[in-house]
């Protein structure tokens, strides 16, 4: 149906930024929400957001809110994931998904998933 490939995921120094991509091909992009997962060692996979598939609804738990900004650009098949004021607790692999349900605020039911970037904070 999709398939998805992160990017851009590295090295930053805590309190900087980093933004990584999820570029989409196959299946219509627009028909997809997307959703942000990370996964760290020894660590159960953690939700980090979704958007919808417009772009203009977007979801995050408390644990990122305000920190982590969630956008798409359907035109170029990207969805992205702008990350601030990185702590050594948010290094993990970051993964994303997408699913054709259009509830956004829960981490169930996504079908496709990235093969995952990693992203290190160093403090």
């Known amino acids: 149906q999709v398939q998805l490939v992160e990017s851009g995921g590295g090295l930053v120094q805590a309190g900087g930024s980093l933004r990584i991509s999820c570029v989409a091909s196959g299946r219509t992009f627009s028909w997809f929400t997307v959703g942000w997962f990370r996964q760290a060692p020894g660590k159960e996979r953690e939700f980090v957001g979704g958007?919808?598939?417009?772009?203009?609804?977007?979801y995050y738990p408390d644990s990122v809110k305000g920190r982590f900004t969630i956008s798409r650009d359907n035109a170029k098949n990207t969805a992205y994931l702008q990350m601030n004021s990185l702590k050594p607790e948010d290094t993990a692999v970051y993964y994303c998904?997408?699913?054709?349900?259009?509830?956004?605020?829960?981490?169930?039911?996504?079908?496709?998933w990235g093969q995952g970037t990693q992203v290190t904070v160093s403090s």
């Open positions: 998904a997408a699913k054709l349900v259009v509830e956004l605020s829960t981490y169930t039911d996504y079908d496709y």
């Open positions: 958007i919808n598939r417009s772009g203009n609804n977007i």
